[in-house]
């Protein structure tokens, strides 16, 4: 049982250049997140998804889009890498209805030069 | 709006020295409580949830937190900490009819010898 699974680990992104973060689980949750975190300013959150199909944003979702064609997975795309979104990017899952516990990534650290 | 306000960045104590960790939230509704922690270079682990019951909820590894719904608290107490509870303490409300999780600044938990 792999629970979440992000990758890349690492990236260092130049200005300007697009990427996809992946999230993936295998624990057939229904509710899946994604997060930055800075130093001193706690997680954020970008985009949650509360079924297939369904998405909605979060507290910072400008610069950033996502898709759930699946359950198992949720991807976050940056289309225009900007310095302002070095950070490191968590993903996080739950069952949702009375199992409230999030289960977290180990995360993506995205430079952006 | 929810939000969650940890006032301590960082809190140093000794080893064997109890310890709270602060968190107070707002919210009109209903809401549900929960406290993270983050090892270095790791995702985030549930601590404890309150959901619903007694005020007094139980956590992992020795932690306790209570709910005041007055206060609008949801303080983390330790009787005894070790030096392997040095790392980062987020506070999370989830709010009644929503799915969105909402994270504090955090705090960060050092413990000296």
């Known amino acids: 049982n792999a629970g979440v699974t992000q990758t890349p680990k690492f990236r260092i992104l130049k200005i300007g250049q697009s990427m996809t973060l992946q999230c993936t689980q295998d624990?057939?949750?229904?509710?899946m997140y994604w997060y930055r975190q800075d130093p001193g300013m706690g997680l954020k959150l970008i985009y949650y998804?509360?079924?297939?199909?369904?998405?909605d944003k979060g507290e910072v979702p400008n610069g950033y889009n996502v898709s759930r064609s699946t359950t198992e997975d949720f991807p976050l795309r940056l289309e225009l890498a900007a310095p302002s979104q070095t950070s490191v990017y968590f993903c996080a899952s739950s069952y949702g209805s009375d199992n409230e516990k999030l289960f977290f990534g180990s995360g993506t650290q995205l430079s952006v030069l | 709006a929810q939000s969650v306000t940890q006032l301590d960045s960082q809190v140093p104590v000794f080893e064997e020295a109890p310890v709270e960790l602060r968190c107070n939230y707002s919210?009109?509704?209903?809401?549900?409580l929960f406290w993270y922690v983050q090892y270095p270079n790791q995702g985030l682990q549930l601590l404890l949830k309150?959901?619903?019951?007694?005020?007094l909820v139980k956590g992992i590894n020795g932690f306790e937190a209570e709910f005041n719904k007055s206060q609008t608290s949801f303080h983390l107490r330790k009787p005894s900490v070790h030096i392997s509870d040095t790392a980062e303490y987020f506070c999370a409300v989830r709010t009644s009819g929503t799915y969105k999780y909402i994270f504090g600044t955090g705090t960060r938990l050092k413990v000296l010898a």
């Open positions: 919210s009109s509704v209903s809401v549900y």
């Open positions: 998804s509360v079924g297939a199909g369904i998405t």
């Open positions: 624990m057939n949750h229904n509710y």
């Open positions: 309150y959901l619903s019951g007694s005020t």
